[in-house]
């Protein structure tokens, strides 16, 4: 089985939307290569492993480490960013124009690279489907699935735009599958589009231990199924009436 398979409806566009994969060993994560891997044609919309959007470019040089969730952690907390600027639009001629637009560096391939501080919150807000669907340190995994069945509408529309939010509200499965440990991180986010409302974010996930729960019954199908290791690229929108980053298109799956 693929790893983190959003089997769960919610997750269908969120946390464990991946898919499954035959089990085997997970397989140690390899470095990205400094350059997006680009599909001849985009793959099939598909719901994200646990969540889950981008566009090819050079690597930008990070000024800060990407977020790394690595479950179980201790009780998560907010940390609040001292001087990172609030998200606002202006209006501009009846379109949208977000403050980090003219601070914009277009690279070699016709793309453009943010400020640090947008790609932090991209890091930050692209872990957060993923983190719905863990069983943090010590969480009862079964209490965690049914808490995103219950969900589902309001992770869809916080996390997801577009035709997959509605794919992650019209998700069918019979099974839920929630990591009780994972690495989770946002590797890599670059590629804007000249109007800055879209990027590319890389999330890598490995050393996944899940659980998969019947919804009919909410009977344990399989305890401690080891997830395959994976990288996701996504396509990822800035959501103006929202003030938020949201997953929009699924690029590239690949298993390292």
Do not use: H
């Not at 590629?191 to 490995?206: K, M, N, W």
């Not at 998969?212 to 344990?220: F, M, N, T």
């Amino acid at each position: 089985m693929k790893i983190f398979a959003r089997a769960i409806l919610v997750l269908a566009a969120l946390a464990l939307a991946a898919c499954q994969s035959t089990p085997a060993p997970a397989t140690p994560l390899s470095t990205p290569a400094d350059t997006f891997y680009t599909p001849g044609a985009p793959t099939p919309t598909r719901l994200p492993t646990m969540t889950p959007f981008p566009s090819p470019t050079a690597r930008p040089s990070a000024t800060t480490e990407p977020p790394t969730a690595t479950v179980p952690p201790a009780t998560p907390t907010q940390v609040a960013r001292a001087g990172t600027p609030t998200p606002t639009p202006v209006i501009v001629n009846g379109q949208p124009k977000m403050w980090w637009v003219d601070q914009m560096v277009k690279q070699p391939d016709g793309l453009f690279m943010a400020p640090e501080a947008v790609r932090q919150t991209i890091r930050e807000m692209a872990l957060g489907p993923y983190l719905e669907g863990v069983a943090f340190g010590g969480a009862d995994p079964l209490v965690v699935a049914k808490t995103l069945v219950a969900r589902r509408q309001e992770i869809a529309n916080k996390y997801y735009i577009g035709k997959l939010r509605d794919a992650a509200l019209a998700f069918q499965s019979d099974e839920v599958q929630i990591p009780v440990t994972a690495t989770i991180s946002a590797i890599d986010v670059r590629a804007f589009s000249s109007d800055g409302l879209t990027a590319r974010v890389t999330i890598s996930q490995s050393n996944a231990i899940v659980n998969i729960y019947r919804k009919s019954d909410w009977s344990l199908k399989q305890e401690g199924y080891r997830g395959q290791n994976a990288i996701e690229i996504w396509v990822i929108r800035f959501d103006p009436f929202d003030s938020r980053w949201k997953y929009e298109e699924q690029v590239a799956l690949l298993y390292p």
